[in-house]
């Protein structure tokens, strides 16, 4: 069995958490006095914004990713990602709701969820962004990028 070398930490789970809510707002997705929305040019009609109500609130899906029999990444210690991600989408969602935001999860526990079907949670409770949170790693430790 190979070992790993622990990752350097570079930023905290705070600091990435901020980072992320910083750019959904600047983004517009947070401000419902954001300038007119844009139709988007898909290839399919599968990513269509779907309509919305004056002063509805926007909706923002987070996805945990992989869960159950899919554990992701392993880390050094043994932690596995499906648990990680699903933390970190947990802390996202708690601090998204608190400004006002509606925000769900495609998973609450530690159930594997095939992508069509995290797609299809998104799409049938109407999401305006649909988020995947992963948590990956590598053995490389001068990979960047």
Do not use: C, W
């Amino acid at each position: 069995m190979s070992t790993f070398k622990p990752l350097k930490i570079l930023a905290s789970r705070r600091q990435v958490l901020k980072a992320g809510l910083a750019a959904i707002t600047l983004s517009g997705i947070a401000s419902p006095a954001s300038a007119k929305e844009q139709p988007l040019k898909t290839a399919n009609g599968h990513s269509k914004p779907a309509a919305k109500k004056k002063g509805a609130k926007r909706i923002v899906m987070l996805d945990p990713g992989h869960g159950g029999i899919d554990t992701g990444a392993i880390g050094h210690n043994g932690s596995e990602e499906k648990h990680v991600v699903l933390a970190i989408a947990k802390n996202v969602r708690s601090i998204l709701r608190s400004n006002g935001i509606d925000a769900r999860l495609t998973r609450t526990d530690d159930t594997f969820i095939p992508l069509y079907d995290r797609v299809e949670i998104a799409h049938k409770h109407g999401a305006d962004l649909f988020m995947s949170i992963h948590a990956d790693g590598f053995t490389n430790p001068s990979a960047a990028g």
